[in-house]
């Protein structure tokens, strides 16, 4: 059965909130879609009781299940050995996955996770990472100029490792690159965080869980493959669209801190993709893109967000929506009198990698 791939991926998505019936071999499909993007867990998740699928498909969604279930015992584990790190002197907030996980979110159930992100005071950076090496986390070996960048320029810290641990951890001292065009103080978000009962950790308010979520998938990245990054948008809207003066208080948070225009995008894509129950009047008390160019930008983001045929190698449109996605990443990120001699250091190391004088050096890619 042969189908289109965007089909496919608005099957998928709608398989995260309801079970599918459909044929066996469109389930092919859909669950290599859903292992590209990191769903499948999440699809097994809302198809466990499915009375519908075929042992051979069931048994898929039995290996993505138990899957999950390994990663958010991983998760566990690492959060309760990081806890008592945070002694109480400064807020430490999880994100993403974490805070999640520690609010028992219903779409968190299924979710894959491949690292813990804190946040944590900038003032506070230096003695939370001092004591994340004492516990023996351990950074990556930098070139100079790739620790200045982490240091200097960027809102986190090189990532850490625990010898023979399952997860990263990426601490944090804002949302935002500090050389970002969006960046913004974020003492805002510590003074709204929340605690969690019997937890050491803090969490976003939900508002800020939104535009966290918006500014990730939208600014932090180049797009490639982040369906599920929508995904989240969508669930965290679900969660907690019903609580009293939310929509109104989300605009509102937003414009405050300039995040208006990711925003926009993610509620305008969670809206279109997944049926998110977003109120026309909020999105248009937000800053979207000019009309004349909301088309091609979408058209853009949606080639570059959307998995390709998983039975074909990425076509030349999806290719050149991903570059362009990812030269809009980098001006997003950094002023152009940054941008071009990083980028130039950047292509002048991977020429020297593939020479063979510079084969065996530690060329440090950077991030």
Same mark, same amino acid.
């Not at 958010?72 to 008592?84: F, G, K």
């Not at 939900?206 to 918006?214: K, N, T």
């Given at each position: 059965m042969s189908t289109h791939p965007a089909a496919d991926c608005a099957l998928l998505l709608r398989g995260l909130h309801e079970a599918l019936e459909i044929p066996e071999a469109r389930w092919d499909r859909v669950l290599r879609l859903a292992r590209m993007t990191g769903l499948h867990g999440r699809l097994a998740a809302a198809n466990a009781d499915n009375p519908t699928v075929s042992e051979r498909v069931r048994r898929h969604l039995l290996s993505a299940t138990r899957m999950a279930d $390994?990663? /958010?015992?991983?998760? @566990?584990?690492?959060? &309760? @050995?990081? /806890?008592? =790190?945070?002694? %109480?002197d400064f807020p430490v907030i999880a994100l993403k996955g974490g805070a999640y996980a520690l609010q028992a979110l219903g779409f968190a159930r299924g979710r894959f996770v491949s690292d813990i992100d804190l946040l944590v005071p900038a003032r506070a950076l230096r003695t939370m990472e001092a004591r994340l090496h004492a516990a023996g986390w351990e950074s990556a070996a930098l070139d100079p100029y790739d620790e200045r960048y982490y240091r200097d320029w960027?809102?986190?810290?090189?990532?850490?490792?625990?010898?023979?641990? $399952?997860?990263?951890? @990426?601490?944090?001292?804002?949302?935002?690159?500090?050389?970002?065009?969006?960046?913004?103080d974020p003492a805002p978000l510590f003074d709204e965080s929340l605690p969690i009962a019997g937890s050491r950790f803090r969490v976003l308010s939900? &508002? @800020?869980?939104?535009?966290?979520?918006?500014v990730h998938c939208f600014q932090d990245g180049d797009l490639a493959l982040r369906v599920r990054e929508i995904a989240d948008i969508d669930g965290l809207?679900?969660? $907690?669209?019903?609580?009293? %003066?939310?929509?109104?208080?989300?605009?509102? &948070?937003?414009?405050?801190l300039g995040l208006g225009r990711p925003l926009w995008y %993610?509620?305008?894509?969670? &809206?279109?993709?997944?049926?998110?129950?977003?109120?026309?009047?909020?999105?248009?008390? =937000?800053?979207g893109p000019a009309a004349v160019l909301r088309r091609p930008m979408e058209a853009c983001i949606s080639l570059a967000l959307l998995p390709p045929d998983p039975d074909r190698p990425p076509g030349l449109s999806v290719r050149f929506a991903r570059r362009l996605a990812l030269a809009r990443y980098h001006l997003l990120r950094m002023p152009l009198h940054m941008l071009l001699p990083h980028l130039a250091r950047k292509a002048w190391l991977r020429t020297r990698r593939r020479t063979p004088d510079g084969a065996n050096e530690n060329a440090g890619g950077g991030p």
């Open positions: $390994f990663s /958010a015992r991983m998760l @566990d584990a690492e959060l &309760r @050995d990081v /806890a008592p =790190l945070c002694g %109480g960027s809102h986190e810290t090189p990532p850490l490792r625990f010898p023979g641990h $399952f997860l990263e951890l @990426d601490l944090h001292h804002a949302i935002t690159p500090v050389t970002g065009r969006r960046h913004f939900a &508002r @800020d869980q939104v535009l966290h979520a918006c809207l679900r969660s $907690f669209a019903g609580t009293t %003066g939310f929509w109104p208080g989300l605009v509102e &948070r937003a414009n405050a %993610g509620l305008h894509f969670a &809206r279109s993709w997944m049926q998110t129950p977003v109120p026309q009047e909020v999105l248009s008390a =937000l800053p």
